[in-house]
């Protein structure tokens, strides 16, 4: 112990010294003060992390428990482990079970280090924060300076994670009672590294909207479901089982089902009780200009016809437009538009309707997917648009990444809980936690009674 604080007194006070100095006789800015000082408190960081870890080592080797059920196999085993600190290097114990056989690090088991682990888990997660809003290679270089992480590690730690499931973020509170729910979908336009596009669908449920400040609105109780899915049933399935379980369906009156025409949301009015298909303004909007703007007042007929429900004067309307263009792109520009919006006219008139609040489908899309996967000229995998779909509906949900490893870690974890509790490693956790070693630990007791220790000693109380 006593080399671990002389080590850490060492690297505080030359790593002080140095910056104060430069600090004051160069001129330097405060930031590069607090930079500096930062990167000797990532070694120290480190250094504890080390001595942390050897100290389990030794009380997992001097266990009774343990001695009764393994050999010593090796005794400092020497292993890297990548942490938001920088790389630490330690040595481990390896054991061999006397009965079956079998050979564990068991004090790096009991605190979740796997032997196949190269990086710990608090840095995995901030790697894959960063990569939710920026580009894997830059993720690594944001998520931490006292390491080099290459965009391949970045997105090694994704492929590890998994797809996350849209219902792993915490549910939020809802009002169960509310009459009307407003669904809108759509999906983004992803290239791939292989050719063609990826179209990641987004749909979200919510309770309307209100007005947080002029021109600035925010939905009510959303919840967002995204990702890849080659069948949409298994997509209208999760919304469908959300809403059951979040609201009471006798108190539902309508289900605003909102979106641009695509069949896979036309479906969703089956799948969803009560549910009302509405074809949304901005496709619209684009249909009509599409059709029309190349004659005066056109435009104002076509929604003349629409607003007054009137689908015999829509269709001479169009008639009208279609026969006043000539022969060629344009006139089949106007014909697809013409056929988008009779296709859709039952829907349309959901428009008119006082309780329905619009859709605002494409901007969720563009913040949501489209600022991390279409708008720059990357090319993605398959599996690549469905984890980064994902993930920014996980974040968009007040989803914490941290969080949710931890929870699958421990699920597959329940092994490393069962050694800890053979070794009764938890009894000596709540002794140390309980403050009866702390006039024990050295790096607060040892060496001369500098100022800084006497502020350390502070923290225990004495």
């Not at 405060?30 to 990532?42: A, R």
């Amino acid at each position: 112990m006593e080399t671990i604080v002389h080590e850490i007194m060492e690297i505080i006070t030359t790593g002080f010294e140095k910056n104060i100095k430069n600090l004051v006789e160069t001129g330097q800015d405060i930031s590069h003060f607090i930079l500096s000082t930062k990167k000797n408190l990532d070694q120290v960081g480190a250094a504890l992390t080390v001595e942390a870890l050897k100290i389990l080592d030794e009380s997992v080797r001097n266990d009774k428990e343990r001695k009764s059920k393994w050999y010593v196999k090796e005794k400092a085993s020497p292993n890297t482990l990548a942490t938001i600190f920088g790389e630490i290097h330690y040595n481990r114990t390896y054991y061999v079970h006397k009965k079956t056989g079998e050979f564990k690090y068991l004090s790096d088991e009991i605190v979740g280090i796997m032997p196949y682990d190269k990086m710990d888990l608090s840095l995995k997660a901030k790697l894959i924060d960063e990569a939710i809003e920026t580009p894997y290679r830059r993720s690594g270089e944001k998520a931490t300076e006292a390491l080099e992480i290459t965009g391949q590690s970045v997105m090694n730690s994704i492929r590890e994670l998994g797809a996350i499931p849209n219902e792993a973020a915490l549910m939020r509170e809802v009002n169960k009672e509310a009459q009307i729910l407003y669904v809108e979908a759509d999906e983004d336009h992803v290239a791939l590294q292989c050719g063609g596009c990826a179209e990641p669908k987004l749909v979200y449920v919510h309770e309307g909207i209100k007005k947080i400040s002029k021109d600035r609105y925010e939905l009510i109780n959303p919840r967002y479901f995204g990702g890849m899915y080659s069948n949409t049933e298994k997509l209208w399935k999760e919304v469908a089982d959300y809403i059951d379980n979040n609201y009471d369906y006798e108190k539902i009156k309508k289900v605003y089902i909102s979106g641009d025409g695509a069949s896979y949301i036309k479906s969703g009015a089956k799948w969803l009780n009560k549910g009302i298909y509405v074809y949304d303004r901005y496709h619209l909007t684009k249909y009509i200009k599409q059709a029309a703007g190349h004659i005066v007042g056109a435009e104002k007929e076509i929604w003349k016809a629409l607003r007054h429900y009137d689908k015999k004067y829509l269709k001479i309307v169009l008639d009208t437009i279609e026969g006043a263009t000539a022969e060629g792109t344009k006139l089949e520009s106007v014909r697809e538009a013409r056929t988008c919006i009779l296709n859709n006219f039952e829907s349309i008139k959901y428009q008119y309707y006082s309780d329905y609040n619009g859709c605002s489908a494409e901007g969720h899309i563009s913040h949501i997917y489209a600022d991390r996967l279409s708008s720059r000229p990357l090319g993605w995998s398959k599996e690549g648009v469905d984890q980064m779909a994902r993930l920014r509906v996980f974040k968009k949900n007040g989803g914490n990444v941290y969080d949710y490893m931890l929870r699958e870690k421990v699920k597959v974890s329940k092994e490393k809980i069962e050694l800890a509790q053979d070794m009764k490693i938890r009894e000596k956790r709540k002794l140390v936690a309980s403050g009866e070693t702390r006039g024990n630990i050295e790096i607060l007791s040892i060496g001369k009674c500098s100022q800084l220790q006497k502020a350390l000693k502070s923290f225990r109380g004495l």
